[in-house]
T-cell receptor, first 112, second 116 residues
Framework: DQQVKQNSPSLSVQEGRISILNCDYTNSMFDYFLWYKKYPAEGPTFLISISSIKDKNEDGRFTVFLNKSAKHLSLHIVPSQPGDSAVYFCAATNSGTYKYIFGTGTRLKVLA | GAGVSQSPSNKVTEKGKDVELRCDPISGHTALYWYRQRLGQGLEFLIYFQGNSAPDKSGLPSDRFSAERTGESVSTLTIQRTQQEDSAVYLC??????????????FGEGSWLTVV
């Protein structure tokens, strides 16, 4: 049972445009969500997070939106840069537990 | 150390041999996780350690897999009688406040295992 789903395995975006990466979850108990970025041959690095008490969190070019009723979150990158090309994982957890459930990742390619 | 440190970074082993992968978490982090990523797949939870509590081994795929952690320091993941399907990158992560809202886990660079 895939509790966290990233249905788009890949995405290509022109440099300077907006990148939108999507993530859906099924477990209504999840209350904290994270995005990680992973370059080839490196471990995932934390990017941005959001608590379920918010619907938006912004950090520079990165904004995460949470729609609890739809059990959907998205990561917006504006403007996209070639250095943003990586695999992006969303993760979810219930803050009463320690388990983080990851999606399968979306490979973003930003074209110069 | 400043970050999560894993060794070896790369390991090629023959089918049937045993391998040990090591993880040194961020100093002061009480929680330690092992994940696995096989080619083209997502991050798969393997095992979780928190302080002196019994580890959550629910993600270990078979009894060929085991892990140990001494106190709140280094952990070793052991794979016995390796199979080709064990080929993956094994990622270790640590965190300081598991179960607390806003807690973030931090990953090492991974140990890339190839079974030939």
């Amino acid at each position: 049972d895939q509790q966290v789903k990233q249905n788009s395995p890949s995405l290509s975006v022109q440099e300077g445009r907006i990148s939108i990466l999507n993530c859906d979850y099924t477990n209504s108990m999840f209350d904290y969500f994270l995005w990680y970025k992973k370059y080839p041959a490196e471990g995932p690095t934390f990017l941005i997070s959001i608590s379920s008490i918010k619907d938006k969190n912004e950090d520079g070019r990165f904004t995460v939106f949470l729609n609890k009723s739809a059990k959907h979150l998205s990561l917006h990158i504006v403007p996209s840069q070639p250095g943003d090309s990586a695999v992006y994982f969303c993760a979810a957890t219930n803050s009463g537990t320690y388990k983080y459930i990851f999606g399968t990742g979306t490979r973003l390619k930003v074209l110069a | 150390g400043a970050g999560v440190s894993q060794s070896p970074s790369n390991k090629v082993t023959e089918k049937g041999k045993d391998v040990e992968l090591r993880c040194d978490p961020i100093s002061g982090h009480t929680a330690l996780y092992w994940y696995r990523q096989r080619l083209g797949q997502g991050l798969e939870f393997l095992i979780y350690f928190q302080g002196n509590s019994a580890p959550d081994k629910s993600g270990l795929p078979s009894d060929r897999f085991s892990a140990e952690r001494t106190g709140e320091s280094v952990s070793t993941l052991t794979i016995q009688r390796t199979q080709q399907e064990d080929s993956a990158v094994y990622l270790c992560a640590s965190s300081s406040s598991p179960g607390i809202t806003g807690n973030t886990i931090y990953f090492g660079e991974g140990s890339w295992l190839t079974v030939v």
